[in-house]
């Protein structure tokens, strides 16, 4: 065979491998395979493998053992990278899923390898030998990718998948987990290096994948269901919060009738001798009276009824509630209907909480004052938190990681909050000082159509 050819033969085999583990990694996260990035991965691709060969022909392949791991992690980082930039998939999770979609590709494969050299018949044709040893191995990992990728997507993986890079310590585990099964050949070759290929190898290549995705995706089910269960308690609490922020309001309302009973006794007496001064300072003290008893808890329950996503309206009573506790003077514009963002519900709730927490904190000790707007129109939700203030805040050391102004161990809440507008294509948040009020604002995107 020419040198040419051989080369092409690796350049389609290079392909086959790499589309595998795109395809398979894809569907762990939930994403559509789109041709553009994996042309774009398959370049990266082949310019390690084509190093690691460099390398394995330069240096004894079988003492540098650290050249295939090497350039797999390096092929992993460079595709959480496309993840995590294109397709705003988290990087933990990113890197997550390529390091277990390679692991799954590679041990397919490993096996398929071995046991067509193996158990291939010896001929003179030298063809039939590539065949069995090369493409037959080849194609029927693609076949393999295939299967698993309707087996992932008919169960929803990437839905449950997503939870086990929740939290540092879930992050942490699931990471190393995975660079472990990643590098499993590896290590396996390490404490047996005489194993030979043949059923029972192939039938624990077989189990082992059976038992790590079992394993993965129990891992994963148990986590989201302790995320609903917290979930679930948090709703709950805010329905509570809620519902004591109704009986107050109801209270109030009783009160003010008993109060307005004997307001009107004294209007009618003024009404009976024809003072009309008296009657006008009535009605004067009348409307200040209920503006200052009902009409803002009137207004904030007006505003609550136009946000239509229930966590979030859950959310906002809580901390009204919270501001309340506090003394803190609110003001709650919500003017239009609030249906829905790109943002996924999650994340939107999380924004909007460190906002406001950090509104609430910050706001002044003497006489606190906070705003809290949010206008949606046919292109964006607007929302914006604005607070007063006892010492006004280094809008410069802000965008620093870890700023805060509570002391050490906080600050990780802008941060996370960073994370959340750059993982949500088209947000906009700004932050500026305006008439002795620190404002945070927040532009996310709806959905069009």
């Known amino acids: 065979m020419s040198f040419g050819f051989r080369i092409s033969v690796i350049f389609v085999l290079f392909a086959v491998h790499s589309f595998s583990v795109f395809w398979t990694t894809m569907a762990l996260v939930g994403e559509r395979p789109r041709w553009r990035w994996y042309a774009v991965f398959y370049a990266g691709y082949c310019v390690v493998m084509w190093i690691m060969l460099l390398f394995m022909v330069v240096f004894d392949a079988e003492e540098e053992t650290w050249c295939e791991p090497l350039a797999f992690l390096v092929v992993a980082l460079f595709f959480s990278v496309i993840l995590w930039r294109r397709f705003r998939v988290p990087p933990a999770n990113a890197l997550g899923a390529v390091v277990l979609g390679h692991f799954l590709i590679y041990t397919i494969f490993d096996f398929l390898t071995e046991a067509a050299m193996y ?100 891992g994963a089910m148990y986590a989201a269901s302790r995320d609903k269960v917290k979930a679930q308690e948090e709703t709950i609490a805010q329905q509570q919060a809620h519902m004591a922020l109704l009986e107050e309001l109801q209270g109030e309302i009783r009160a003010f009738r008993h109060d307005f009973t004997n307001l009107l006794s004294g209007m009618a007496l003024s009404a009976q001798e024809g003072d009309v001064e008296a009657i006008q300072e009535f009605m004067r003290r009348t ?107 280094n809008l410069g050391a802000l965008t620093k990681s870890g700023y805060t102004t509570k002391g050490k161990g906080h600050g990780t809440g802008l941060a996370s909050y960073r994370r959340m507008i750059s993982r949500c294509p088209g947000c906009v948040t700004r932050t500026y000082i305006k008439d002795d009020y620190f404002v945070q604002e927040l532009r996310i995107p709806v959905y069009s159509g």
């Open 119 to 218: 158990y291939s018949p010896v001929f003179d044709g030298k063809y039939l030998l590539v065949a069995t040893s090369l493409v037959l191995p080849y194609a029927l990992t693609l076949a393999f990718s295939g299967g698993i990728v309707f087996v992932l997507n008919k169960t929803d993986f990437s839905r449950y998948f997503s939870h086990l890079f929740q939290g540092r310590v879930r992050t942490v585990v699931s990471l190393v987990i995975a660079f472990l099964l990643m590098n499993l050949k590896v290590l396996l070759d390490q404490f047996f290096p005489g194993a030979t290929t043949d059923f029972s190898y192939g039938l624990f290549c077989f189990v082992l994948i059976v038992f790590a995705l079992f394993c993965i995706q129990f």
């Open 287 to 393: 409307s200040g009276y209920f503006d200052e008893k009902l009409g803002s808890e009137i207004r904030q329950m007006e505003g609550l009824s136009n946000i239509q996503i229930y966590p979030v309206r859950s959310l906002i009573s809580t901390k009204l509630n919270l501001m309340r506790q506090r003394h803190i003077q609110v003001a709650l514009e919500i003017m239009n209907p609030v249906t829905g963002v790109r943002m996924q519900t999650e994340d939107l709730l999380r924004c909007q909480g460190i906002l406001l927490d950090n509104a609430i904190e910050a706001s002044s000790k003497e006489e606190g004052k906070i705003r809290v707007v949010l206008l949606q129109d046919a292109a964006e939700l607007y929302m914006a938190v604005a607070n007063n203030f006892d010492e006004q805040p």
